[in-house]
């Protein structure tokens, strides 16, 4: 039993790994497989196509992603602080990343998106439900900062949005650059995209 | 000599069309051949490759977007309405391709720049180059309302950057999400990320 779920979970840690890096058309099962150490026939003992095995990869990144979350946006952090946090933490995960592999990857979830998106509704679906997780986080904190007078803001899930369509177009492009200096100086400006006195309002 | 340069035109339509609305990978050169009514043999004598067909296919929808960019950006127009003009056209653009093809589109150069990063080096390095100047004219626009003190911004280069990601991301979420109206609002939000009081300073 610890041997089968050793396959499954490295059939999946393949599948994020190779569609990030590439792509998701540019990713075979036989590559998968041979990422992974398992041989084709198991493959199909777990997943039913390269779809469904993407699914349950991005699903089982998102649970991971979830934790590390909570964590940065936890309510008993001042509201502006989670955001540095994350966006802080997504620079130094592309660095870290570019440092392993030679790669800034981005968001895994922005690639296979906008590759996928009109050729495999269940996967669009999987990924839009997840997007909008990601965004309920960055809404929950512009919302405290709003009704704590740190921030003004008419419409929190409007700037919400805007900063979170900030961060996913900066991950991006620093992918596209190849570059993770580019996130560099994220947190400072998305947080002056708030109209935040950071230093006034946190110390 | 007509009908051989109708030919090329064609091939450069098609890609484009193809690889924005699927993805790279999933586009063959035998599709690309039959969408453009050309045959194969005539592909090779204007492209040495779909790598070759796909830059030029960009750079040539590049130059057009750069006529349309110019005239959006013009120094004659206020520089807060020169943002507001570009960002409402993004969204009426991707209101008609989603009326015309059912589907929301994006941005060519993001999506097929994710894709191909790290597969293509010279189509990465294209991408990044048509970015940079796409990016200029955000800049020109933040810095000429910095001058004029519409905006505050110690780094207006810092504040375009944050202004044009957001864009990006917001193109992308909408291709994902398939829905145009994710844009609707953008222009208003974009311009509140800068802290600008539109209507006091060019109402």
Redesign the interface.
């Known amino acids: 039993m610890g041997r089968t779920s050793d396959a499954r979970q490295r059939l999946l840690d393949a599948a994020l790994a190779l569609i990030w890096?590439?792509?998701?058309?540019?990713t075979s099962v036989d590559a998968i497989c041979e990422r992974a150490g398992v041989k084709k026939g198991s493959f199909y003992h777990f997943f039913s196509s390269k779809a469904d095995l993407a699914a349950a990869a991005i699903e089982a990144s998102h649970e991971r992603r979830c934790a590390f979350m909570d964590d940065c946006f936890s309510p008993s952090v001042p509201p502006l602080e989670r955001l540095r946090r994350y966006l802080g933490a997504a620079y130094e995960e592309q660095a870290r990343l570019c440092r392993e592999t030679g790669?800034v990857l981005?968001c895994p979830l922005?690639?296979l998106?906008?590759?996928?998106?009109?050729?495999d509704e269940r996967l669009?679906q999987v990924?839009?439900g997840i997007?909008d997780q990601h965004l309920a986080y960055f809404e929950n904190a512009v919302r405290d900062a709003a009704a704590a007078g740190i921030v003004e803001a008419a419409d929190p899930a409007?700037?919400a949005?805007?900063l979170?369509?900030?961060?996913?177009?900066?991950l991006?492009?620093a992918?596209?650059?190849?570059d993770p200096a580019f996130l560099k100086?994220?947190p400072?400006?998305?947080l002056?995209?708030?109209?935040a006195d950071v230093a006034a309002a946190e110390g």
């Open positions: 890096e590439r792509s998701y058309s540019g790669r981005g922005f690639t998106g906008a590759e996928i998106c009109h050729e669009r990924i839009n997007l409007a700037r949005r805007g979170f369509s900030m961060l996913e177009g900066a991006t492009q992918r596209i650059r190849n100086h994220l400072d400006e998305a002056a995209s708030l109209g």
